[in-house]
């Protein structure tokens, strides 16, 4: 059974930071893409941020400059940096990950997905 844990969540201040860490364990191989999906109340999941395994990267362009994405294969782990939070980035964030290479925008395109946990962003 693969999993995904996420962590790292809270509510920060607008122009905050926070750190999100998502760990995969069970029975894995290396994964090629690994990914940051969110989604806020009443809006579609989106893509956030995408990491290939050889550290290529793709970020959604409300998140660019103040997002970084980073993955330490040998720990099975990816993380997300947010710095300079603004009140739209409140979502509940996924982790996902693919066994394809190269970052999708379409969520089917991930094999495994995180329970999410919230980042709440106030004004």
């Known amino acids: 059974q693969v999993q995904l844990v996420e962590s790292g969540g809270g509510l920060v201040q607008a122009g905050g930071s926070l750190r999100l860490s998502c760990t995969a364990s069970?029975?894995?191989?290396?994964?090629?893409?690994m990914a940051w999906y969110r989604q806020a109340p009443g809006k579609q999941r989106e893509l956030v941020a995408g990491?290939?395994?050889?550290?290529?990267?793709r970020y959604a362009d409300s998140v660019k400059g103040r997002f970084t994405i980073s993955r330490d294969n040998a720990k099975k782990t990816v993380s997300l940096q947010m710095n300079n939070l603004k009140p739209e980035d409140t979502a509940v964030y996924y982790c996902?990950?693919?066994?394809?290479?190269?970052?999708?925008?379409?969520?089917?395109?991930?094999?495994?997905w995180g329970q999410g946990t919230q980042v709440t962003v106030s004004s």
């Open positions: 069970g029975n894995i191989f290396t994964y090629n893409t």
């Open positions: 990491i290939t395994s050889a550290s290529s990267t």
């Open positions: 996902a990950a693919a066994i394809v290479a190269g970052i999708s925008t379409i969520g089917a395109s991930y094999d495994y």
